[in-house]
């Protein structure tokens, strides 16, 4: 014999700030219907509920759905910190690759620059050309 089962859980949760600060919030919810634990059929969509103050059952869906939520945000930006930090290593290494190769292209300029003014001197007493 086979088992229905209805399975209404938190859909949507809308909250709209007003200029001032204020702000009004509403809730809807799903329903599905389960045979054995497969969906039966479309899942229907009940009505927006504003979220008030001391409605229990709409904070403690609200809740569930916030701890859930705020956990895997948190474990998220833990991942996200930890790749930020691994990239400012990455660019704090190539910032210092990129220096090292500045200054060894400031120190060849320079050579380049001697040996330019070494060629285009002549020497005053043709005795002092080197063979």
């Known amino acids: 014999m086979s088992q229905l089962i209805e399975q209404t859980s938190l859909y949507e949760i809308l909250i709209r700030v007003r200029e001032d600060g204020s702000y009004g919030a509403h809730y809807q919810t799903?329903?599905?219907?389960?045979?054995?634990g497969e969906r039966v059929g479309s899942a229907s969509e009940g009505p927006l509920v504003p979220l008030v103050e001391g409605d229990?059952?709409?904070?403690a869906l609200f809740g569930q759905y916030v701890g859930s939520a705020t956990a895997d945000m948190l474990a998220a930006n833990q991942a996200l910190q930890g790749r930020v930090s691994e990239l400012e290593q990455a660019r704090d290494t190539q910032a210092g690759e990129l220096q090292q190769a500045f200054d060894a292209n400031q120190a060849?300029?320079?050579r380049v620059l001697q040996l330019e003014n070494q060629l285009s001197t002549p020497p005053e007493d043709p005795s002092?050309?080197?063979e």
Do not use: G, M, N, Y
């Open 30 to 36: 799903i329903t599905r219907v389960l045979r054995d």
């Open 56 to 59: 229990s059952e709409a904070f």
């Open 108 to 110: 060849l300029q320079a």
């Open 128 to 130: 002092e050309v080197e």
